[in-house]
């Protein structure tokens, strides 16, 4: 349906829909551990029908306007995605999430698309909060909040029973004040 480019390395943010059940299992194989180390993404779709029935409850959350799923394809492989989740454009409030497999790590696709996925939720639909919410040791999740210019908001200490422990929680927001600032900034900067 869509693509939008990343930029000039052929990675592209497109919609991640039931019908990519099998490249979506492909790519959970290929990082599932390294995905897994703090989240249980995609845990259950360990054959196509579990692919489905996960990249299905997304397409209801789209459907009821709660919460998306984007895949992010680099040379036309599927290596992660970005997504909404707890969507509330009655509120103004939204929480952000990503993924990776280890192959496509280092090259900025999160931050990238990222920077679509808010615009789209502060310019077009008026969400005035973004949240983004990690576990404390997951650093890369956390680089990516600061890299896009979030403020931590604190820490939910042992919020989060993942794997036999209890992890803190950190998080992280945007207002979309702070979010259209940065990007006039940035713009006054590149004339």
């Known amino acids: 349906m869509?693509?939008?480019s990343l930029g000039d390395d052929g990675a592209e943010l497109r919609p991640l829909d039931p019908w990519h059940a099998e490249e979506f299992l492909a790519h959970l194989e290929r990082g599932?551990?390294?995905?897994?180390?703090?989240i249980p993404f995609g845990s259950q779709a360990t054959d196509t029908a579990?692919?489905?029935?996960?990249?299905?409850?997304y397409a209801d959350l789209r459907a009821a306007d709660t919460?998306?799923?984007?895949?992010?394809?680099?040379?036309?492989?599927?290596?992660?995605?970005?997504?909404f989740l707890n969507f509330d454009a009655e509120s103004g409030n939204c929480e952000v999430g990503c993924w990776l497999e280890p192959a496509?790590?280092?090259?900025?696709?999160v931050t990238r698309a990222m920077?679509?996925?808010?615009?789209?939720?502060?310019?077009?639909?008026?969400i005035e909060r973004v949240e983004w919410v990690a576990s404390a040791g997951n650093a890369n999740s956390l680089n990516?909040?600061?890299?896009?210019?979030?403020?931590r908001d604190g820490v939910r200490r042992e919020a989060y029973p993942y794997r036999g422990v209890r992890h803190d929680l950190?998080?992280?927001?945007?207002?979309?004040?702070?979010w259209r600032a940065a990007h006039a900034r940035a713009a006054h900067n590149d004339h």
Do not use: M
Not at 50 to 57: F, K, P, T
Not at 144 to 151: D, E, Y
Not at 170 to 178: G, I, K, N, P, T
């Open 2 to 4: 869509y693509a939008i």
């Open 32 to 38: 599932r551990e390294f995905i897994n180390e703090y």
């Open 50 to 57: 579990g692919a489905r029935e996960v990249l299905q409850r």
């Open 67 to 83: 919460g998306s799923l984007h895949g992010l394809w680099l040379e036309g492989k599927l290596v992660g995605g970005v997504l």
């Open 104 to 109: 496509a790590t280092g090259r900025g696709l």
């Open 115 to 126: 920077r679509i996925l808010i615009d789209f939720a502060v310019e077009r639909r008026g």
């Open 144 to 151: 990516v909040a600061r890299r896009l210019g979030f403020t």
């Open 170 to 178: 950190e998080v992280w927001s945007v207002l979309a004040r702070e």
